[in-house]
């Protein structure tokens, strides 16, 4: 089982960018999908976005297409979602979690083991 740990949130203004970190170990990070998740006070967790194993295949939520970017360095075990031209809506708390089939999906069910989620917060 891969172990997970989001680092890189905090406090932004709205039209801001900030970069997020998943630190996976435990076992091989390179044999795995990634995917990024979010959930607001009072809401349901919602997929962000995704990306395979060889990190040549992505997938976006419609609401973050355009602004954040997944990728992933299988080296250094880590994936990552650089978010830009950030908007209050933008405001929760970021998970990321593994998938281990090769295909991509915005269903939390399909996903393994989760961090411990990082606090992502937009000021208007």
């Known amino acids: 089982q891969l172990q997970l740990v989001e680092s890189g949130g905090g406090l932004v203004q709205a039209g801001g960018s900030l970069r997020l970190s998943c630190v996976a170990s435990?076992?091989?990070?390179?044999?795995?999908?990634m995917g990024w998740f979010r959930q607001a006070p009072g809401e349901e967790r919602e997929f962000v976005a995704a990306?395979?194993?060889?990190?040549?295949?992505?997938y976006y939520a419609d609401s973050v297409k355009g602004r954040f970017t997944v990728a992933r360095d299988n080296a250094k075990n880590t994936a990552y979602l650089q978010m830009n031209s950030l908007k209050s809506e933008d405001t929760a708390v970021y998970y990321c979690?593994?998938?281990?089939?090769?295909?991509?999906?915005?269903?939390?069910?399909?996903?393994?083991?989760w961090g411990q989620g990082t606090q992502v917060t937009v000021s208007s």
């Open positions: 435990g076992r091989t990070f390179s044999s795995y999908g």
């Open positions: 979690a593994y998938r281990s089939t090769s295909d991509l999906t915005s269903w939390s069910g399909g996903y393994g083991s």
């Open positions: 990306i395979n194993w060889s990190g040549d295949t992505t």
